[in-house]
């Protein structure tokens, strides 16, 4: 949801080619979650999207998915329930120690989003500034990842 410059060069290709895909991170490390603490998450996460002044501006992605799940499902069903939607062949894999956690994820594949409710979110998203960089620019994934 916070990072979406793949969807018009690359899925394009993988889904002309066969290929399957596998987004890193899809709950953005826990801040689709809603589940991290406001106070202390940009001290644990050294990246500019999770500076405090970034975080701040950014919670307008948890807000919109808060909407959506209107207390029913968890942010976090949410998102990968978005994820989910986008394309058959792009299979989320979010990082989790707390079986818990794994369970309430494992629900989100129940979420059926309609063609017009997956666009009407794409739509809001897209009108969405996101606020800082996913890493330093100088960061070994970049450089191993060409970005």
């Keep these: ?8 060069k690359h899925i394009p290709l993988l889904e002309e080619l066969g290929i399957g895909f596998v987004p890193f991170a899809p709950l953005c490390k826990g801040f689709l979650s809603d589940a ?10 050294n990246a500019p999207r999770f500076s405090e002044e970034a975080l701040k501006k950014n919670q307008v992605v948890v807000d919109l998915v808060n909407k959506i799940a209107k207390k029913k499902v968890t942010v976090a069903q949410i998102s990968l329930a978005w994820v989910l939607v986008q394309k058959d062949f792009i299979v989320p894999i979010p990082g989790t120690t707390k079986l818990e956690r794994l369970k309430e994820n494992i629900k989100a594949t ?10 009407s979110m794409n739509e809001a998203l ?17 450089k191993r990842a060409g970005l």
């Design 1 to 8: 949801m916070m990072w979406r410059e793949l969807e018009n």
């Design 36 to 45: 991290y603490d406001k106070n202390s998450f940009h001290v644990k996460l």
């Design 110 to 119: 129940e979420i059926k989003f309609t063609k017009v409710e997956a666009e």
């Design 126 to 142: 897209s009108q969405m500034d996101i606020e800082g960089r996913r890493f330093e620019p100088d960061s070994d994934f970049e």
